[in-house]
């Protein structure tokens, strides 16, 4: 079991890893359909989004709590 202070992180990264590749799967085969290359147009374009939507996640994670606490009771 790891310490409670890590939660944020592991949170952040959870989301980023899952959302990117639900997002990247569907998005690779939208654009480009399914064929025998599919897997390593898959991967290629998601060894980019990974570090994206994790970075994006570390940026506007906190901010979007502190907007989310103000909006909420």
């Not at 991967?43 to 994790?54: N, Q």
């Amino acid at each position: 079991m790891l310490p409670k202070k890590y939660s944020n992180f592991l949170f952040i990264l959870i989301v980023g890893f899952s959302m990117s590749l639900i997002m990247t799967l569907i998005i690779t085969y939208i654009n480009t359909g399914m064929d025998r290359e599919y897997l390593n147009r898959f991967l290629k374009a998601w060894s980019v989004g990974l570090p994206i939507a994790i970075a994006a996640g570390f940026v506007v994670g906190p901010l979007t709590k502190k907007f989310v606490d103000k909006i909420t009771k």
